[in-house]
């Protein structure tokens, strides 16, 4: 009887240590196996939105200096670098050549200018003679007859043809002359603008043939140390952000790799061309942006990492990008929430689904993209936030409407389990 009663008192015992232990160890092995989330708080301030691209700083304008005639280059004026002034010699030719044929063809134009003074003297002389053998017929008639009175006629007729034909040799050697006297202003090679040379192509002793072929002597490029354009490609889902940038006068800022430190933010766009590239079928077009160089810091060549402004709002609430991108697992979130997910798999088939859709469908999805959900740690479950949003950047997304505050902290992942 002693024994069933001890081992009665030992079952209470051990239910009562039971009993009253329960519900920590539960508690203990919940909180063991509870997740644990990231976060990121909402924030209250600035925010823009912009579109990233790469382009090429280039010169506003690139002028090729060649040379119109051949021959060795005889001095070199200018080097890499040089500021020159329009009309300014840049590099001579061997004028040799050439001097010894605007001698030529200015004999030349002497001799035929000598040969019209002695065409009208001989001219003159025809008609004196007409003139006599007109007046000894008409004062003694029948003294000279009609066929030597034709012969005077004709002989004064050729006369004035062989100085028409004077002149025109002239005019001739003068044509000469004037293409001899190019050629040999042509040995000059002159700066066609004001500018900066920043590629040479030849030196003292080499010799242009331009018989067929314009050969490149210099590059100049024009208002360098003032401005400089950059040319950037742009992908064609972006085009038309960047040209409400253009149209509202938006400054482009960029950095290029020489300058990792410094920002370049007084650019601006000039030209968004409407020819389009394709390269593995990928739309691009060509925007020009143009920026200031006035301490030369620009190179031609150089790779510019832009970024065009395309809005910005100040004091705003902003919702971290990555409380955005986040799907719960379903038996992590409040089964009052649940049915939400279902609108999620609905934007995530859409998103991923690779099939055509109608226009207005398209349109319909893109505005319904606009409401969204972010998820908040309520304990034991994940609760689901609605909120409608604006515009973004690479960091944060413009909170239009919803019920969160700043400092409030938003699911964006499960921390690893140790």
Same mark, same amino acid.
């Given at each position: 009887?002693?024994?069933?009663? @001890?081992?009665?008192?030992?079952? &209470?015992?051990? &239910? %009562?240590?039971?009993?009253?232990?329960?519900?920590?160890?539960?508690?203990?092995?919940?909180?063991?196996?509870?997740?644990? +989330?990231?976060?990121?708080?909402?924030?209250?301030?600035?925010?823009?939105?912009?579109? #990233?691209? %790469?382009? @090429?700083?280039?010169?506003? @304008?690139?002028?090729?200096?060649?040379?119109?005639?051949? $021959?060795? !280059?005889?001095?070199?004026?200018?080097?890499?670098?040089?500021?020159?002034?329009?009309?300014?010699?840049?590099?001579?030719?061997?004028?040799?050549?050439?001097?010894?044929?605007?001698?030529?063809?200015?004999?030349?134009?002497?001799?035929?200018?000598?040969?019209?003074?002695? %065409?009208?003297?001989?001219?003159? *002389?025809?008609?004196?003679?007409?003139?006599?053998?007109?007046?000894?017929? #008409?004062?003694?008639? $029948?003294?000279?007859?009609?066929?030597?009175?034709?012969?005077?006629?004709?002989?004064?007729?050729?006369?004035?043809?062989?100085?028409?034909?004077?002149?025109?040799?002239?005019?001739?050697?003068?044509? *000469?002359?004037?293409?001899?006297?190019?050629?040999?202003?042509?040995?000059?090679?002159?700066?066609?603008?004001?500018?900066?040379? !920043?590629?040479?192509?030849?030196?003292?002793?080499?010799?242009? /043939?331009?018989?067929?072929?314009?050969?490149?002597?210099?590059?100049?490029?024009?208002?360098?140390?003032?401005?400089?354009?950059?040319?950037?490609?742009?992908?064609? %889902?972006?085009?038309? +952000?960047?040209?409400? /940038?253009?149209?509202? *006068?938006?400054?482009?800022?960029?950095?290029?790799?020489?300058?990792?430190?410094?920002?370049?933010?007084?650019?601006?766009?000039?030209?968004?061309?409407?020819?389009?590239?394709?390269?593995?079928?990928?739309?691009?077009?060509?925007?020009?942006?143009?920026?200031?160089?006035?301490?030369?810091?620009?190179?031609? $060549?150089?790779?510019?990492?832009?970024?065009?402004?395309? #809005?910005?709002?100040?004091?705003?609430?902003? !919702?971290?990008?990555?409380?955005?991108?986040?799907?719960?697992?379903?038996?992590?979130?409040?089964?009052?929430?649940?049915?939400?997910?279902?609108?999620?798999?609905?934007?995530?088939?859409?998103?991923?689904?690779?099939?055509?859709?109608?226009?207005?469908?398209?349109?319909?999805?893109?505005?319904?993209?606009?409401?969204?959900?972010? +998820?908040?740690?309520?304990?034991?479950?994940?609760?689901? @936030?609605?909120?409608? !949003?604006?515009?973004?950047?690479?960091?944060?997304?413009?909170?239009?409407?919803?019920?969160?505050?700043? $400092?409030?902290?938003?699911?964006?992942?499960?921390?690893?389990?140790?």
């Amino acid at each position: 009887m002693k024994t069933i009663i @001890k081992l009665l008192l030992g079952l &209470g015992v051990l &239910g %009562a240590i039971g009993f009253f232990s329960y519900q920590p160890i539960l508690s203990f092995f919940e909180q063991r196996n509870k997740t644990l +989330w990231r976060t990121q708080t909402v924030e209250q301030g600035d925010i823009i939105q912009s579109v #990233n691209s %790469a382009g @090429k700083v280039e010169p506003i @304008k690139r002028v090729s200096v060649g040379a119109t005639v051949s $021959g060795p !280059i005889a001095e070199l004026l200018v080097d890499y670098n040089t500021k020159v002034s329009k009309g300014q010699t840049l590099a001579k030719i061997d004028p040799r050549l050439y001097k010894s044929a605007v001698e030529r063809d200015l004999a030349s134009l002497r001799t035929r200018q000598a040969e019209i003074a002695r %065409a009208e003297a001989m001219l003159q *002389q025809a008609k004196n003679d007409e003139r006599r053998s007109g007046q000894l017929n #008409n004062s003694q008639g $029948g003294f000279i007859s009609q066929a030597e009175i034709d012969q005077f006629r004709f002989a004064r007729m050729m006369r004035e043809a062989e100085l028409q034909v004077a002149q025109m040799n002239v005019e001739q050697s003068q044509a *000469q002359l004037d293409n001899s006297q190019a050629n040999l202003a042509y040995t000059e090679i002159t700066a066609p603008c004001d500018g900066i040379v !920043i590629d040479k192509k030849i030196d003292v002793g080499q010799t242009l /043939a331009a018989q067929f072929q314009t050969p490149e002597m210099f590059v100049v490029a024009p208002e360098m140390d003032e401005r400089m354009y950059i040319y950037a490609s742009v992908d064609e %889902a972006d085009i038309g +952000w960047i040209r409400r /940038a253009q149209e509202a *006068q938006q400054l482009v800022r960029f950095t290029v790799d020489a300058y990792p430190d410094e920002l370049f933010d007084q650019a601006k766009i000039v030209q968004v061309r409407l020819s389009s590239k394709e390269e593995q079928n990928v739309i691009t077009y060509p925007v020009i942006v143009e920026t200031p160089n006035k301490d030369l810091k620009l190179l031609p $060549g150089m790779t510019a990492n832009l970024s065009f402004q395309i #809005n910005r709002k100040s004091n705003v609430r902003k !919702i971290p990008n990555p409380a955005l991108r986040f799907y719960p697992a379903r038996d992590k979130v409040h089964p009052d929430d649940r049915k939400i997910l279902d609108g999620f798999e609905d934007q995530k088939q859409f998103a991923e689904s690779p099939k055509m859709v109608s226009a207005d469908e398209k349109a319909q999805n893109s505005k319904a993209l606009s409401v969204r959900h972010v +998820w908040v740690d309520d304990g034991k479950y994940l609760r689901a @936030k609605q909120v409608k !949003i604006g515009i973004s950047d690479n960091r944060y997304t413009e909170l239009i409407e919803g019920e969160v505050s700043p $400092g409030d902290a938003l699911v964006i992942g499960e921390k690893p389990k140790k």
